[in-house]
């Protein structure tokens, strides 16, 4: 059976340049870099190398990049860390993030801070105006994601960096479905906390990392030694620093040319699934989106059994969002955005990664259309 | 395998799907969580299902129990179709995943409803 | 030059049966183990397995382990976790506490919550009835280790967890130094919470585990997804896991056999290090420790001048606590046992691994006793 | 390699280490933080080091600074080893890790200590 991996926002296979660096990391290289003998001092190396590695490509120094153990923990860490650091006040986030952020401001709602979440369009785009509105005298952190890990929508971050600019709130930005894919700078941007995430971009999973604008007043939210700076306490991931170190170096290099021969294939896979079906049709902006990204809302199909048929042909999209455990609620993206629930519901994303061809899009589109048709035939229309 | 080979195959040509013109009975059922809801239509002669149809809208495991228990309940009186149990239905596609039980519950509840509703018409369609 | 390491306490290199398990699950078997697909599910499948490895070595359910970035994230959960549960109250650990449960606890001391720590006697071990007199009726939880990392003292944990259960009080073991090493348990134990880590038993680091009891009330302390049942948001470290999994495996196939050996080779140390030398003593309990550790104390010297001068000689030994970068202040442990101030800036670490043999034993004594000669000439005694 | 090869062999062969009677000047410095201690004893002929001795307490990169001083300063006068700099110690070893930096700084006061407590005997040593 043919095999087609559209799920690249979800999770990506490792680089083969990355696994082949990071190997001598497990067993030759093996010490704790905390340790001060020539064992601690190799491993160690390995570390300081993959964050300068990290530092350059987003052109800011080794000391502003704290490692973590995922995107999660990086956005709980931003989050977290920019509060407790001033103890009580008031967030802004947007209904957008992704749950890393959202249930993170909702666990410190539950603790005395105050949080706004501000809206966004039809294309799930946030208004820097509305960020600007709801900037208060108390607001001590604004956090919102680059790029929809869901529909792919870019976020106006240049706008909104400059109302935080403004009014001296730091910016937190999620840039987990970014970084490494799209160009990235964040003075231009006004960035003073950035989450950024290996197994997004052919790096292992299990390791991230957060850029810490120097001077950014932020606690540990993770205590113990005295690791990263005493930032982040623990014993560091070496190899899979290593290699996220060199998965980034690996997009540096990529990333450019990648990102145009995504976007034509994205445009062929939505093209062969928005003509030949009927109602359906692309969630997000049709422009400012990440390039290998496409949501689908399939009307009156429920977006599991799209899968589940898609998955028996061996081809793997997600249903709404893939990062939550089985849940097929509609999305919380779609419903901010707006979108009826008899669409929502039938919510798929395709995402695009670096070893798709046009045969794989084509092999979906070919599959997709006689699917919902005979999933449509089962459904009572107008059920949702 | 998460899935059955007979639940995948149910999936994929699903058995007695659509509608129904004049059903002696009709019942439906929904799983509040996830929406996801079935219905079922019967066609009833001497206190027996002589045919049932399904629409079903949910995710791939609720359309194959659908078309799995409509198989299940041609023939079966109507009285019987009343205690229907999930976990026939459930046996009918080998097994389910433990977070998709309740496609199994939900048809099993549209096609006792349809029984119910069927003899709340009392019992017309001879 | 020969290498000798002797700092498995630190950390320790993956073992070849662990890293060849782990190695598909990189670029073969990449999916996110929470999509539904086929990819995701082969991840899932690593995952479980894993899982049931762990647990059936603890002899718990599957449904009691949580996977975790690393041993100071299973100790930051636990205590945390606990406490959080319960909002408010006072919590009982000692004094010589690893920094990830001793700093969580100072954390919740600033939040508000109380806590005791206990001491302990000259060999570092606490007294059950210390825990007793602790106990007061807002007691929400009791973190202890289970072996002391940097003396190998283990902790009377039945007796505690005896004192635990007759006052009902939730019990958290810290054992990132046994789980692996000694047999463990949790029910004997009365443990109700028991963190582990894969680093330090030959599994990959930037991976552990903590075990919960059904039933134990605690809370997620990083917020996100709905992974590890809702217990620890973020995209599971698959191939970590899968590592952690066969690492557990191999030490219940290798762990009787090889504590007996280590057990040998740790007294072939002590003799030939506390025979020659003048001045110096075995620290921590002489019987109730791990097979492989034992620390030393070289009075009026400079503990990491003999550990550069090991280091010089291919030889890694550790410092103090050797996971905490950079610090050379004498070791809480060692203050909190009442070691006096000449003889605790001297501590030095060795702790033995499955790789140990008897000629590295013997290189390591040869070494020693002419380096502390030497560093005692340079050295005013008394000075410290 | 976080240690220069100077710096090791300095640690491994540490020149001039050890205590000195009746001396011309003493000097101490201590490093807070971790303890860490380095003496210095001078014998002063003609306002010039004519022999320089030491005793350290603390890691190797300390001994090592203090040999390495010790070989520097022979022969400067002592109006010269008042202003000795943490930078030229750090020099004679090629470089010292960030987290060890203390380790020419106690050593350069310790030597600048011995040099003024000369001085404030009344140049008596010619
Ligand atoms: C925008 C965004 N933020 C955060 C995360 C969380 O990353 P992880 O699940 O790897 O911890 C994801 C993962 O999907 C994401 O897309
Ligand atoms: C007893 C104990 N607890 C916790 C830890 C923390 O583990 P890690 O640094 O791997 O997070 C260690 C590591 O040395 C330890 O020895």
Same mark, same amino acid.
């Given at each position: ?19 082949a660096?990071m ?14 003998h020539?064992?601690g ?5 390995g ?13 800011v120094?080794p ?6 153990s ?21 967030l802004i ?17 539950a ?12 294309y ?7 960020v600007?509105?709801?900037i ?34 730091p ?12 160009? /990235? @700078?964040?003075d231009?941007? +006004?960035?003073? %906390?950035? $989450? ?7 790096? *292992?999973?299990? !390791?991230?990392?957060?850029?810490v ?8 939210i993770?205590h113990?030694?005295e ?13 899979g ?6 998965a980034?170096?690996v997009?540096?290099?990529d ?10 294939l ?12 009927p109602?359906?049709?692309?969630s997000g ?15 009156h ?8 048929? /898609? @998955?028996?042909?061996g081809? +793997?999209?997600? %249903?709404? $969002? ?7 609620? *509609?999305?919380? !993206? ?24 046009a045969?794989d ?22 059920a949702? | 395998?998460r899935?059955?080979p ?5 999936f994929?040509n ?6 129904m ?5 009709v ?14 239509f ?85």
């Amino acid at each position: 059976m043919n095999r087609v991996y559209l799920d690249h926002n979800a999770s990506t296979p490792v680089h083969p340049e990355v696994l082949a660096e990071m190997l001598p990391y497990f067993a030759e290289v093996f010490g704790n870099p905390s340790s001060i003998h020539a064992f601690g001092r190799e491993a160690r190396d390995g570390l300081d190398r993959a964050r300068e590695r990290v530092a350059r490509f987003l052109r800011v120094s080794p000391q502003e990049i704290v490692f973590t153990s995922g995107g999660t923990e990086s956005d709980n860490f931003a989050v977290k860390g920019l509060a407790y650091a001033r103890g009580t006040g008031h967030l802004i986030t947007s209904k957008v993030e992704h749950h890393a952020v959202l249930r993170t401001c909702q666990a410190l709602e539950a603790q005395g801070f105050d949080v706004t979440y501000v809206g966004v369009d039809a294309y799930g785009m946030v208004d820097p105006d509305d960020v600007r509105r709801a900037i208060r005298s108390d607001t001590i952190a604004i956090s919102l994601m680059h790029a929809n890990s869901e529909v792919g929508t870019l976020q106006p971050i240049t706008a909104i960096g400059q109302v935080a600019r403004e009014h001296g709130v730091p910016l937190h930005v999620d840039a987990v479905q970014t970084f490494g894919k799209i160009p /990235l @700078d964040v003075d231009a941007l +006004g960035i003073d %906390a950035l $989450s950024f995430s290996s197994h997004k971009i052919y790096g *292992p999973k299990g !390791v991230a990392g957060l850029y810490v604008r120097k001077g950014t007043r932020m606690v540990a939210i993770q205590h113990g030694g005295e690791h990263e700076r005493r930032r982040r306490a623990g014993t560091e991931n070496v190899a899979g620093v290593v290699g996220l170190g060199k998965a980034v170096d690996v997009r540096a290099r990529d990333m450019h040319a990648e990102a145009e021969g995504l976007t034509a294939l994205r445009s062929r896979l939505i093209d062969g699934v928005v003509g030949p079906v009927p109602d359906v049709r692309l969630s997000g902006h049709p422009v400012e989106r990440l390039p290998g990204t496409a949501s689908f809302l399939f009307r009156h199909v429920e977006s599991e059994s799209i899968v589940l048929g /898609l @998955d028996l042909k061996g081809i +793997g999209v997600s %249903a709404g $969002s893939a990062c939550t455990a089985g849940n097929v609620e *509609p999305s919380h !993206v779609l419903v901010a955005m707006g979108v009826p629930l008899d669409w929502a519901m039938g919510a798929v994303r395709c995402s695009l990664g670096r070893t798709t061809t046009a045969e794989d899009i084509d092999y979906v589109i070919e599959c997709v259309e006689p699917l919902v048709r005979k999933l449509r035939q089962v459904m009572p229309v107008g059920a949702a | 395998m998460r899935y059955s080979p007979t639940l995948v195959d149910h999936f994929l040509n699903p058995r007695n799907a659509g509608l129904m013109r004049d059903p002696d009975g009709v019942g439906e059922d929904e799983y509040v969580g996830c929406g996801d809801l079935a219905r079922f239509f019967l066609r009833v002669q001497h206190d027996r299902a002589v045919e049932v149809r399904f629409q079903t809208y949910g995710c791939g495991p609720t359309i194959a129990a659908a078309s799995a228990a409509s198989e299940l309940c041609r023939g079966r009186t109507v009285d019987d179709l009343c205690q229907l149990k999930a976990e026939e239905v459930e046996g009918a596609l080998e097994w389910l995943p433990e977070d998709r039980k309740h496609s199994a519950e939900i048809v099993a509840g549209a096609l006792r409803a349809a029984a119910r509703d069927h003899l709340s018409r009392g019992r017309r369609g001879v």
